[in-house]
C-alpha cells in the first residue's frame, strides 16, 4: 500500500482554472485540462455510460481505478463534484474528504462513500490507510489538498497527466510549498497524443 496523488495538468501548472466555484467546477478556462479524460473507456464506465475509446490512456485510468482503495479529496473538490458523481460516484471505494463543515457520512450506491473529517490531514490519511486494505490511498485534490500532504512529505508516488495547453493563470498545483525539497526518481513516462503521463516516486 502506498500513497499516491494523480493530477491532470496543464503545460504551465494549472490544475484548474480561476474562479473555481460550485456552480464553475473546473474554473474559467479549465477545459483543455479535462479534455483527455471523456472519451475514455475506462472512465466512461464508472459514470455508467457505454463507449468510449480502449486505448492506453483508458488503461492508466483503469489502472488507477483498479489500484485505489481509498481516496481523500478537499471540502472544494467534492463539493464542486458532489452534483456531478450523483448517486453512484466513480470512486467506488471510501472517500475521506477535509473539511472544517461537519457533516453526516454519505453512503452512495457501488461502494462509495463519503466520510467528514474535521481533525486534520494525518487523520483523514490514517483512516483512509485504515479503509484501502492492501491497495492504495491516492490523495485525489485539489491543489490545497495535495499541497498539505506533499509538505508533509506523506506522498510516496506523484503521476502527472500534462496536457498539450497553457492556461496562463488558474488555480496552481507546485505552490505554497514552503522551503521543503523533494528529490524524485522517474518511474515511467507514457507518451500519447492527448497527454505526457509521467510518474515519480519521492526519494524519502
Ligand atoms: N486537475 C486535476 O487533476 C484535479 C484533481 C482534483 C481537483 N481538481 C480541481 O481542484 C479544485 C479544488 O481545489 P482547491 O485547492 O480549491 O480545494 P480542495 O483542496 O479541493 O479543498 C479545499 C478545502 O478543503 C477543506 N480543507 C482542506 N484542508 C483542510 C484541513 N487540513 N482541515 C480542514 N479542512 C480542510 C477546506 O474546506 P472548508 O473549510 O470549506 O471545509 C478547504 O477550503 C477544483 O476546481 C477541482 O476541479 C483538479
Request: hydrophobic share 50%.
Given at each position: 500500500m502506498i500513497v499516491t496523488a494523480d493530477m491532470s495538468i496543464s503545460l504551465d501548472g494549472y490544475i484548474a482554472g480561476t474562479n473555481v466555484a460550485i456552480d464553475n467546477p473546473g474554473g474559467d478556462g479549465a477545459e483543455p485540462i479535462f479534455d483527455w479524460i471523456h472519451n475514455l473507456a475506462s472512465w466512461r464506465q464508472r459514470q455508467g455510460m457505454t463507449g468510449g475509446e480502449e486505448n492506453r490512456d483508458s488503461e492508466l485510468m483503469r489502472e488507477w481505478f483498479d489500484a485505489t482503495g481509498a481516496v481523500v479529496m478537499g471540502r472544494m473538490m467534492y463539493d464542486t463534484g458532489e452534483d456531478f458523481w450523483g448517486d453512484n460516484p466513480p470512486f467506488r471505494a471510501p472517500v475521506f474528504v477535509l473539511t472544517h463543515r461537519p457533516r453526516p457520512t454519505l453512503v452512495k450506491e457501488g461502494g462509495t462513500t463519503f466520510t467528514f473529517v474535521t481533525d486534520g490531514i494525518h487523520s483523514a490519511l490514517d483512516q483512509a490507510k485504515a479503509a484501502a486494505g492492501d491497495r492504495n490511498v491516492d490523495i485525489a485534490g485539489g491543489a490545497s489538498t495535495v499541497q498539505q500532504y506533499l509538505r508533509e512529505g506523506l506522498i510516496d508516488e506523484l503521476q502527472l497527466h500534462v496536457v498539450?495547453?497553457?492556461?496562463?493563470?488558474g488555480l496552481r498545483?507546485?505552490?505554497?510549498?514552503?522551503t521543503g525539497r523533494w528529490t524524485l526518481e522517474p518511474v515511467r513516462v507514457v507518451d500519447t497524443p492527448l497527454a505526457t503521463h509521467l510518474k515519480y516516486r519521492f526519494v524519502k
Open positions: 498539450p495547453a497553457i492556461l496562463g493563470e498545483l507546485f505552490e505554497d510549498l514552503g
